[in-house]
């Protein structure tokens, strides 16, 4: 948990360059942040945290650092922050190295995982401190603290104590904390962590309405995919200190670049086969192919240029997948298996499929008529725009 030495320390900014007009409605400037082989290695002779890590984020963007624990997101949020120094490398704001400059000093808004507001002020005191240390005047405190809350629809509880205020709400004011100082970055260490799953589900919402309303360039560190592809413009997956993909939410989820990013994002069928044959283009720049795998005969997928003759990953998601009892009948583009598992949520049913070529799940919709049911043997298909080859290179983890 963050101590008050180091909330007061990251709130106490010295003076920043101007970001608008000082009328609170006029549009703000947007900072664009550049991280250029940016390495943390915490001891010698070991594995960097973060390894040459470059990555840009548009002024206005909202981009989400994602991977599973220990795989350097929070340590780079850290070193953007200014909380830990960098092995080695730089961290720009539009184009200015601040690398080296002090944390109070960076015109950054933080939003911890504990949210870290001081429990002995009232929420308006809370929201308003950043500007007390800026040295800002009693009556504009009062006026942008008020106008952050409205922001965050918290105004009516103001003079509330911070204990008395529910996880969500606890949220918003820390939220409306780090962007009443119109921070240059605002920064967001899993702040939904902490909150029950529908809340968390609300909050996204929210957080995104608030972003794009206020218009500040946003790292935001979560370790749930569901966040990040519902949130940001473009997500960093990150795994082992590289970032294994970066891209919109839409590129990450149909167009994965690795095994590790197939399987992380969403759910994926991961099946390996040879690439045959090249038989036509198709969409972005991409071509059909043939591809084959034991005991699956032939069939087609997409994939980007120069796959031929090669042997790749083919990822199938879970609801590209149909599924029907077998019969005699020979489909392209399918397997048969017995299904071992099913489960019904509301408007899905979900499967798990045992096939020859290891176990296989498949979701289709609960409206579907005749669904197959546990023991029944099974052919499962997709259209070939729906399948897609990994990278070679990437494939066969070069």
């Known amino acids: 948990m963050q101590t008050n030495q180091t909330i007061a320390a990251s709130e106490r900014s010295a003076p920043i360059r101007a970001r608008g007009t000082g009328d609170s409605g006029a549009r703000r400037?947007?900072?664009?942040?550049?991280?250029?082989?940016?390495?943390?290695?915490?001891?010698?002779?070991?594995?960097?945290?973060?390894d040459k890590l470059n990555m840009e984020i548009e002024s206005g963007h909202l981009?989400?650092?994602?991977?599973?624990?220990?795989?350097?997101?929070?340590?780079?949020?850290?070193?953007?922050?200014?909380?830990?120094?960098?092995?080695?490398?730089?961290?720009?704001?539009?184009?200015?190295?601040?690398?080296?400059?002090?944390?109070?000093?960076?015109?950054?808004?933080?939003?911890?995982?504990?949210?870290?507001?001081?429990?002995?002020?009232?929420?308006?005191d809370n929201v308003s401190f950043g500007l007390k240390m800026r040295k800002v005047d009693r009556e504009q405190q009062r006026k942008r603290a008020l106008e952050a809350l409205a922001m965050v629809k918290l105004e009516h509880l103001a003079k509330r104590r911070v204990k008395e205020l529910s996880g969500g709400q606890?949220?918003?004011?820390?939220?409306?904390?780090?962007?009443?100082?119109?921070?240059t970055l605002l920064l967001l260490d899993?702040?939904?962590?902490?909150?029950?799953?529908?809340?968390?589900?609300?909050?996204?919402?929210?957080?995104?309405?608030?972003?794009?309303?206020?218009?500040?360039?946003?790292?935001?560190?979560?370790?749930?995919?569901d966040e990040a592809l519902d949130m940001a413009d473009r997500i960093a997956v990150m795994n082992g200190g590289l970032i294994e993909q970066f891209g919109a939410p839409r590129d990450i989820y149909r167009r994965p670049r690795t095994r590790f990013?197939?399987?992380?994002?969403?759910?994926?069928?991961?099946?390996?086969?040879?690439?045959?044959?090249?038989?036509?283009?198709?969409?972005?720049?991409?071509?059909?192919?043939?591809?084959?795998?034991?005991?699956?005969?032939?069939?087609?997928?997409?994939?980007?240029?120069?796959?031929?003759?090669?042997?790749?990953?083919?990822?199938?998601?879970?609801h590209n997948l149909r599924v029907r009892r077998a019969d005699d009948a020979e489909e392209a583009n399918s397997l048969r298996g017995t299904v071992v598992s099913m489960t019904y949520t509301g408007d899905a049913v979900g499967y798990r499929v045992?096939?020859?070529?290891?176990?296989?799940?498949?979701?289709?919709?609960?409206?579907?008529?005749?669904?197959?049911?546990?023991?029944?043997?099974?052919?499962?298909?997709?259209d070939p725009a729906d399948a897609y080859l990994l990278p070679h290179e990437e494939a066969t983890g070069r």
């Open 190 to 225: 899993e702040p939904l962590s902490n909150l029950d799953a529908k809340l968390r589900e609300s909050m996204r919402t929210e957080i995104r309405m608030l972003q794009q309303r206020s218009r500040a360039t946003t790292l935001f560190v979560t370790h749930d995919q």
């Open 29 to 50: 400037e947007q900072a664009k942040l550049s991280l250029v082989d940016l390495t943390k290695q915490y001891s010698a002779g070991t594995d960097p945290a973060v």
């Open 63 to 124: 981009v989400a650092l994602l991977g599973p624990s220990g795989c350097g997101k929070t340590t780079t949020l850290r070193m953007v922050a200014g909380l830990m120094e960098p092995t080695s490398g730089s961290i720009l704001i539009d184009g200015a190295d601040i690398t080296s400059t002090p944390v109070h000093k960076r015109g950054m808004g933080m939003v911890f995982q504990s949210y870290a507001l001081f429990p002995h002020m009232n929420v308006l």
């Open 261 to 318: 990013v197939a399987d992380f994002i969403g759910r994926a069928n991961l099946l390996d086969v040879a690439v045959e044959a090249e038989l036509a283009p198709a969409d972005h720049g991409e071509k059909l192919y043939r591809i084959a795998a034991p005991s699956f005969g032939s069939g087609g997928a997409v994939g980007r240029p120069g796959l031929e003759g090669t042997d790749t990953t083919l990822v199938l998601r879970p």
């Open 170 to 183: 606890q949220q918003r004011i820390a939220l409306a904390r780090a962007l009443v100082v119109e921070p």
């Open 354 to 382: 045992t096939t020859t070529q290891g176990d296989f799940v498949a979701e289709v919709t609960s409206s579907s008529s005749d669904l197959p049911s546990a023991g029944d043997h099974v052919q499962l298909s997709w």
